[in-house]
């Protein structure tokens, strides 16, 4: 057994090297001004530089990212190259570990060599990727995909701890709690469910305890955005992106309730509710009864959480990635991987960028069809049984 894990191990560690070394090849070999990109860096240092998180300002994260780059800026002097590359450097150990991370999964998920394949594939795909280090999302993903690699090594606690730190991180990761519920002992399940949301509302009350006022703000700004890049945006009218206005903005805590673009003509609660039910009735017919099933699972729990979401950002494609190399075979895995990449880069940063709202509508009709596919996709593989009480009825 530890002769299996290290082998194991050793495929997962050269994989993950080379990546490293290809990423910090491209990060050597680019000037800072190339490496900041069009990506949110220099945004987190101005956010930095105004004082601590929850305490002296809002922010639109949950607290754990915006505290580790308050740690950040202290330490680079404060000079912001130094700052950028810090954190550059930080996202990119990240990653590094989301690969071998991906490849231990894979292992016991596919068969035979398509794992170390897959592993491959899915370091090909992030290393120029530049939503690997213009965004802090790598560090939720490797909360996601540590949590998942964990509760499918049956250490659900441990399972928990990650994921709460990722939903400290970005609240995503906790969209694998569903698949924890249905894969966990019932006893096992609850204490997981119980430690990852814990963790948040603990922190969250420390912060509300120290500065209620920018913890409040803190937590309603998200909602403030409006929609933006989705198809619910279109409907509303709102052809913008999902970023809040100046940081100064910041410290006044009546700015966060400000609203951004145009009110919704549908409510996100009215739609919750049709999209809650669609997925409760999944959640009650379907079998996880094998760790592919759960994989299978969050890729069904992401898909319909995006399809519902008012708004939508292209490095969110980072945390579709290795569920759809984890559960599907052939065709489907480039389809998906792909033009979800693709449909990304169109529209940030190649149309926005350049200030082309008007074709805003392009990718996300694009992006919401393959959205549709894929979560109908990830639901074909998975089994399904009648409820109890409705056979109970039909046998009656």
């Known amino acids: 057994m530890t002769e299996t894990v290290r082998t194991e191990g050793k495929a997962g560690l050269r994989i993950a090297a080379l990546f490293l070394t290809a990423r910090l090849a491209l990060i050597i070999s680019l000037p800072i001004e190339s490496l900041r990109g069009y990506g949110d860096l220099h945004h987190f240092y101005e956010l930095a530089a105004l004082g601590n998180p929850f305490l002296d300002l809002w922010v639109e994260f949950p607290p754990l990212f915006p505290f580790l780059s308050r740690g950040i800026y202290l330490l680079s002097a404060p000079l912001q190259h130094v700052y950028d590359y810090g954190l550059i450097l930080l996202l990119t150990l990240a990653q590094t570990a989301s690969v071998y991370i991906f490849v231990r999964l894979g292992q016991r998920l596919i068969s035979g060599d398509r794992a170390e ?5 899915y370091a090909l795909l992030l290393v120029a990727l530049p939503y690997g280090w213009w965004y802090f999302d790598p560090l939720a993903v490797l909360a996601m995909l540590a949590g998942l690699f964990l509760l499918l090594d049956g250490r659900g606690r441990r399972s928990a701890l990650a994921l709460g730190l990722g ?16 894969w966990l002992p019932r006893r096992t399940a609850v204490q997981a469910v119980a430690i ?32 933006w890049e989705t198809v619910w945006a279109l409907i509303d009218g709102n052809l913008q992106t999902g970023n809040l206005g100046p940081e100064l903005e910041r410290l006044d805590p009546q700015a966060a309730f400000q609203l951004r673009g145009e009110p919704a003509q549908i409510a996100p609660w009215a739609t919750l ?30 898909g319909l959480f995006l399809l519902w979401s008012p708004g939508w950002s292209p490095q969110w494609v980072l945390y579709l990635l290795p569920l759809i190399l984890l559960t599907f075979r052939g065709s489907k895995t480039w389809m998906f991987s792909v033009n979800l990449i693709a449909v990304s880069l169109l529209e940030w940063p190649l149309l926005l960028s350049r200030g082309r709202f008007d074709l805003l509508w392009v990718p996300i009709v694009i992006r919401t069809a393959l959205l549709v596919l894929l979560t109908a996709a990830f639901a074909r593989e998975l089994r399904y049984r009648m409820p109890a009480w409705v056979e109970r009825r039909r046998l009656a």
């Open 117 to 121: 394949q897959r592993g491959w594939t």
């Open 167 to 182: 939903g400290l991180t970005k609240f995503f990761p906790l969209l694998i709690l569903p698949g924890a519920w249905k």
């Open 196 to 227: 990852s949301l814990g963790m948040l509302i603990a922190m969250i009350g420390l912060l509300w305890i120290n500065n209620p006022e920018m913890t409040r703000s803190s937590l309603s700004s998200q909602a403030s955005k409006g929609s």
């Open 273 to 302: 509710i049709g999209f809650a039910a669609l997925g409760l009735a999944i959640f009650l017919t379907v079998e996880v009864t094998d760790p592919f099933h759960v994989t299978a699972f969050s890729g069904v729990t992401w």
